[in-house]
C-alpha cells in the first residue's frame, strides 16, 4: 500500500523533481557501493575486508608453503624465479617485498646478489611462518621484517630500488591505492614488479583449469590445512582479479611507466613489471 501511495505521489511531481529524487537515489546508491568491496565472490564492506583477509592467512600460515606446492604442482617456485630473473638483482639495490609472508622472492634475491631486503607483511602469522623457516639462513639473516599494510606503507618516500608483490595484491583492499604506495617508495629510476594469478589465456583448457581450481584445490585445502573455506576464497579472489591488461593499466593510472606483462603457465598467473621514471 505504502509502495502505491509513493508511486501516485512521484507521477503528480513535475519532470524537475523527478530527476532531482532519481539523482538523489543514484547518488546515495553509488556513495553505498563505495564503502563496499569483495571478498572473493562475496560482497562485504571495506573495514570487513583486511581482517577478514587477515583470518585466512592466519589459518593457513603454517601449511602456506605445502599448500603452495601441492596446489601448483610445485610450479610457484619456476614462477618465482622468473619473476626474479627478469629483476636481475644487483648489490646496490634495496628491495621491498611486499606480502612477502614467508621470504620466498627475499631469499632469491639475495642468493642472486642483491642487497639490503625489507619483508613487509599485514599478517604476523606469515612473519613468524617465514622467520621461523629461514632463521639459519646466512644471505637472509641482515633482513627486515616489518608488520605493514600494502595500502599505507610504513616506509619513507622514495627510498626503494626494488618493489616487489607476490600473490597478495589481489588480497588487499583498494588495489589502486596499493599501486600508489608503490609509486610512492620506489626511488626515480626504481623498479616495480607484480607477480600474480591472472587469467589463462588456452581457451580449450579452461574447463579442466576451472575444474582443477573450484573443485580440487578446496578439498586439498580441507584434507591438508583442515581449512576448505580459506582457499576457496583464495580460488574466488584469482576470478575477481583484473586481467593482465587491466592490471597494466591500473599501473600505469599511477604514474609508473615502461609496463609490461609476461605470461606464465598460458596466463595462469603473470609478472607484470614497470617504472617510475
Partial sequence: MEVNVICAKFKRWNKLEQSRLLKRCKSVMASLKQDFTHFGFKEVSKSQKSQLVRDVFDSVANRYDLMNDLMSLGVHRLWK?????????????????????TGDITNRFK???????????????????????????????????????????????KSIDIYTIAFGLRNVTNIQVALEEA?????????????????????????????????????????????????KYLVESIRKFPDQHQLSFQIRETGLERCKFRNLSGGIAAIHSAWRL
Fill in 183 to 231: 609509486y610512492r617508495v620506489l626511488r626515480p629510476g626504481g623498479r616495480f614488479l607484480c607477480l600474480e594469478f591472472s587469467s589463462f589465456v588456452i581457451t580449450a583448457l579452461k574447463p579442466l583449469y576451472e575444474a582443477y581450481s573450484f573443485k580440487i584445490i578446496p578439498q586439498i585445502g580441507r584434507l591438508v590445512a583442515n581449512d576448505k573455506e580459506s582457499y
Fill in 111 to 157: 642468493k642472486r646478489g642483491g642487497g639490503r631486503a625489507i619483508i613487509c607483511d599485514i599478517n604476523q602469522e606469515m612473519l613468524r611462518s617465514g622467520q621461523k623457516k629461514f632463521a639459519d639462513s646466512i644471505p637472509m639473516r641482515d633482513t627486515l621484517w616489518i608488520c605493514g599494510d600494502a595500502e599505507n606503507l610504513p616506509v619513507e618516500d
Fill in 81 to 101: 624465479d622468473s619473476l626474479v630473473d627478469w629483476l636481475n638483482p644487483q648489490k646496490e639495490q634495496t628491495l621491498l617485498d611486499v606480502a612477502g609472508g
